[in-house]
């Protein structure tokens, strides 16, 4: 069964969706680039995210280094109610992503839709038709 989720250009010329953490709506950006899908450490409550393991420091596209913390899985759907699968979330401060979001103009992100679900959903984005496909 395949999946179909529109997907909008913000101003930073960057993809992003609805999608639905474990009940909660939330704006995604679809990054193919980043390897882990994640969350705002500022949203950890509001998604009812448990940690699975202690925070560890991670990578950024920048120079600036981040903690993350890994957690438990997490149920993912689209804003239909069609469930996507349980995958697992990192925990994220987006707080410098998001300021810079904000100085172009653009809204803010409370998640990142990484390679690690939008391979296991073997996704296909289509520019054309600003439509994200998953094979479920």
Known sequence: MKCIIPFQRIETDHICCMLVINGQQGFFLI??????????KSRQRFYGLIADEDPIEAASAG?????A??????????????????FP????????????????????IEGI????????LEAQINYATMKLSLQL
Do not use: Y
């Not at 990054?31 to 705002?40: K, L, P």
């Not at 120079?63 to 903690?67: G, T, V």
């Open 89 to 108: 979330i990192m925990l994220l401060n987006l707080e410098s992503i998001n300021d810079t979001l904000a100085k172009q103009g653009a809204p803010a």
């Open 63 to 67: 120079s600036e280094r981040l903690e």
């Open 31 to 40: 990054d193919t680039g980043a390897s882990n899908s994640c969350i705002a």
């Open 113 to 120: 839709l990484g390679a690690d679900v939008l391979s296991q």
């Open 69 to 86: 913390q890994k957690m438990q899985k997490v149920l993912w759907e689209d804003t239909q109610g069609n469930v996507l699968g349980r």
